[in-house]
């Protein structure tokens, strides 16, 4: 009900017991006028006294049940207010002055216990909630004095904080372990991580060492290749005029050839034939000489191309094999010049002997010629050996070309390797310090979890 209402009420009923109370006087004081005025016997025993006077007990009744009604309206009014606050939130307001002992008094009694109760529940749920929030679960719910529902959700509350303090050790352990079993990964991570980055270091350290003692060798390789492409050019030559040297050879015995067919023919001739065949054996003596040097020459060059292919190692095995046929060759050309001296030096006694024992001089012309043809034959071998010796010279100098751009690609390889080893050993540092970083965060990071 609403202030208004209850305000009118309250006027109406003033105004209608003031009107009753003025009715009953003006009866009362008009029956004491007529009685005096009849003069008759007992006012009491006259009709219309009796009249009024019941109409006037009637109307102080009805005032009264009017007064009544008014003060039970208000009692009302006030414990409606009370419980219209309470239901908005204010548990602070009580119903005062209560008066009487009558259902309307009770009922305000009762208005302020349920209120006294609700309060201290709710004072009492904050308070709990609040030590739990805190974590001091020995705050229990003080459940005396809570009557039916209110204690059975006291005993519900002290009850969820129990388990709540139950759940809270069981993660306070689990999450302890859970550290612990964190922390232990996570150290033997971040020493494997340092023990990585030291070894990474060691490794570009290595890498960088190595490519430096790389760079060093591809030098000498390059030189050691420089030099062998420069014997193999001189070997090239020499060869080369060996060549040369054998077809003049070769031209030499078939001129001899044909002056010892001449020589057949014309017997006439023989002094001036074994005179010009002195002079040619004598070349040929020369010659044969010529090749001796050039035959010791190149063995020696062999030698040194052989010494060359051992320093050289693995990638001088193939110009190993060719310096041991050019050496062979060699010794081959030295034993055919020795040969050659021997018949040249044969050829040079019989001229001698052709002077005073001309009857032989058709037979000695004729193991001149055949001596010459076996001269040509052996230097027809000759020059095809010194052929297959340029052949191979050519392949060797090809090969120790490949082997100078090999080296140069080695040299260069050495080279990326020294600026990926520096990147490793710059990549190496900065994971250690990472590392380091990482390390001193999850302290932090683990020492707050703990102290939580």
């Known amino acids: 009900?609403?202030?208004?209402?209850?305000?009118?009420?309250?006027?109406?009923?003033?105004?209608?017991?003031?009107?009753?109370?003025?009715?009953?006087?003006?009866?009362?004081?008009?029956?004491?006028?007529?009685?005096?005025?009849?003069?008759?016997?007992?006012?009491?025993?006259?009709?219309?006294?009796?009249?009024?006077?019941?109409?006037?007990?009637?109307?102080?009744?009805?005032?009264?049940?009017?007064?009544?009604?008014?003060?039970?309206?208000?009692?009302?009014?006030?414990?409606?207010?009370?419980?219209?606050?309470?239901?908005?939130?204010?548990?602070?307001?009580?119903?005062?002055?209560?008066?009487?002992?009558?259902?309307?008094?009770?009922?305000?009694?009762?208005?302020?216990?349920?209120?006294?109760?609700?309060?201290?529940?709710?004072?009492?749920?904050?308070?709990?909630?609040?030590?739990?929030?805190?974590?001091?679960?020995?705050?229990?719910?003080?459940?005396?004095?809570?009557?039916?529902?209110?204690?059975?959700?006291?005993?519900?509350?002290?009850?969820?904080?129990?388990?709540?303090?139950?759940?809270?050790?069981?993660?306070?352990?689990?999450?302890?372990?859970?550290?612990?079993?964190?922390?232990?990964?996570?150290?033997?991570?971040?020493?494997?991580?340092?023990?990585?980055?030291?070894?990474l270091q060691h490794i570009a350290n290595e890498l960088n060492s190595l490519s430096v003692l790389s760079i060093e060798q591809s030098g000498e390789l390059s030189r050691a290749s420089e030099v062998s492409s420069s014997s193999v050019g001189v070997v090239v030559s020499t060869t080369e005029e060996l060549s040369a040297s054998i077809r003049e050879i070769n031209t030499q015995v078939t001129r001899a050839s044909n002056v010892s067919e001449e020589a057949v023919r014309k017997s006439h001739d023989a002094s001036k034939a074994i005179a010009n065949l002195q002079d040619g054996a004598n070349k040929i003596g020369d010659i044969v000489h010529f090749i001796g040097d050039i035959a010791d020459q190149t063995n020696l060059l062999a030698l040194n191309a052989t010494i060359e292919a051992a320093r050289a190692g693995d990638a001088g095995k193939g110009f190993a094999v060719v310096a041991a046929e050019v050496k062979g060759l060699a010794t081959k050309t030295g034993e055919a010049t020795t040969e050659i001296s021997s018949h040249v030096s044969n050829l040079l006694k019989a001229i001698e002997s052709t002077v005073s024992v001309i009857s032989d001089i058709a037979r000695v012309i004729q193991n001149i010629s055949e001596s010459s043809n076996s001269i040509s034959a052996a230097m027809e071998e000759q020059e095809a050996g010194v052929n297959e010796i340029l052949r191979s010279m050519q392949s060797a100098a090809t090969s120790v070309q490949q082997a100078q751009e090999a080296t140069e690609a080695v040299n260069t390889t050495a080279n990326s390797t020294g600026e990926m080893a520096k990147e490793l050993a710059d990549a190496a540092q900065s994971l250690s310090q990472k590392g380091s970083v990482i390390a001193g965060e999850l302290d932090v990071f683990l020492s707050n979890l703990k102290t939580q």
């Open 1 to 199: 009900m609403s202030t208004s209402f209850f305000s009118s009420l309250r006027a109406r009923i003033l105004l209608s017991g003031v009107l009753l109370l003025g009715a009953v006087v003006n009866l009362t004081t008009f029956a004491l006028g007529h009685a005096k005025t009849q003069g008759s016997g007992s006012l009491l025993e006259q009709p219309e006294m009796q009249v009024y006077l019941s109409a006037g007990l009637v109307t102080l009744v009805v005032f009264y049940l009017v007064w009544l009604f008014w003060n039970v309206a208000r009692s009302l009014k006030q414990a409606s207010d009370c419980l219209g606050l309470a239901g908005k939130g204010d548990l602070n307001s009580r119903l005062l002055h209560i008066k009487g002992t009558g259902e309307v008094a009770a009922l305000q009694h009762s208005i302020n216990l349920l209120l006294d109760i609700t309060e201290a529940f709710l004072k009492e749920s904050e308070a709990s909630l609040a030590a739990a929030g805190q974590r001091r679960y020995y705050r229990k719910f003080i459940a005396t004095g809570m009557p039916g529902v209110f204690g059975k959700s006291a005993i519900a509350i002290s009850n969820i904080m129990s388990m709540m303090h139950k759940k809270d050790q069981d993660y306070e352990t689990t999450l302890k372990d859970m550290i612990d079993h964190f922390d232990a990964n996570i150290t033997k991570f971040l020493t494997d991580l340092f023990s990585a980055g030291e070894n």
